[in-house]
């Protein structure tokens, strides 16, 4: 049974870091396409951060490009986003995502994916 499991959220200031886990489960990482999505209240889940099946290239919204750093550890079954120089407007339920690799992954579009996590705050204060 695959599962994703995010952790490390929090109420962070302007400026702060953070870093985002997500342990999965039930299948092998090397054989996944991976993301970060979030979700606002009042808007819709938009794609944060992608990493094909290989471990490369990632892939970044434009919005968070320079700041932010997804990568994983396959040892450890995990997936990370770093997260520097926060802005109110990150302020979202951050989401991990997974689908086995294909070459026709739109790493963007949320409909793209079979499994996701529970979700988990991140709240920056201005």
């Known amino acids: 049974q695959v599962q994703l499991v995010e952790s490390g959220g929090g109420l962070v200031q302007t400026g702060s870091s953070l870093r985002l886990s997500c342990l999965a489960s039930?299948?092998?990482?090397?054989?996944?396409?991976m993301a970060w999505f979030r979700q606002a209240p009042g808007k819709e889940r938009e794609p944060v951060a992608g990493?094909?099946?290989?471990?490369?290239?990632?892939l970044y919204a434009e919005s968070v490009e320079g700041r932010f750093t997804i990568s994983r550890d396959i040892s450890k079954s995990t997936l990370y986003l770093q997260m520097n120089i926060l802005e109110p407007e990150d302020t979202a339920v951050y989401y991990c995502?997974?689908?086995?690799?294909?070459?026709?992954?739109?790493?963007?579009?949320?409909?793209?994916?079979?499994?996701w996590g529970q979700g988990i705050q991140v709240t920056v204060s201005s």
């Open positions: 039930g299948f092998d990482m090397n054989e996944y396409n």
């Open positions: 995502a997974a689908t086995r690799w294909r070459s026709t992954w739109k790493w963007g579009n949320p409909n793209e994916y079979d499994y």
């Open positions: 990493l094909r099946w290989f471990g490369e290239p990632t």
